[in-house]
């Protein structure tokens, strides 16, 4: 199970493992309160990427876009696709701080994890 979240929620017991994947820590909240299992900062958005988007709905496409080539090198995608493993074995949360639950990093992220899963039981894997 894949799940995304927002970090302020929260930690539920069917969580699985938590993954915070924003590049600045959530404001406002402890690492006790976060119940954060692992930290990816790597994996979000450039500083720059995350600066210009600046969370603008009108923005959105392109952030995708944009985003998911910074995805595409190879130690990113890597590290996506052992998350992908991490589903199969038990569960993972995506954790994000964003106001906004349906145009944020977590949700591109879930996506293409989603896509990873997809292909490798096509395959024939896990």
């Known amino acids: 199970m894949l ?28 690492k006790g309160e976060a119940g954060i299992d692992e930290w990816l ?13 600046a969370h603008e709905p009108e923005k959105w496409p392109e952030f995708r876009k944009r985003y998911l080539e910074e995805l595409s090198v190879p130690e990113k995608t890597e590290a996506l696709k052992r998350i992908a493993r991490m589903v ?13 639950t349906e145009r944020n990093n ?15 039981q096509r395959k024939g894997g896990r």
């Open 88 to 100: 199969a074995e038990g569960g993972v949360t995506l954790l994000y701080a964003a106001k906004d």
């Open 41 to 53: 900062k790597d994996l979000a958005p450039s500083d720059e990427l995350r600066r210009w988007f």
């Open 106 to 120: 977590a949700r591109v992220l879930a996506d293409v994890v989603t896509g990873f899963r997809e292909n490798s």
């Open 3 to 30: 799940r995304v979240k927002r970090v302020y929620e929260g930690k539920q017991a069917d969580d699985g493992t938590r993954l915070l994947v924003d590049r600045l820590w959530p404001r406002g909240l402890s």
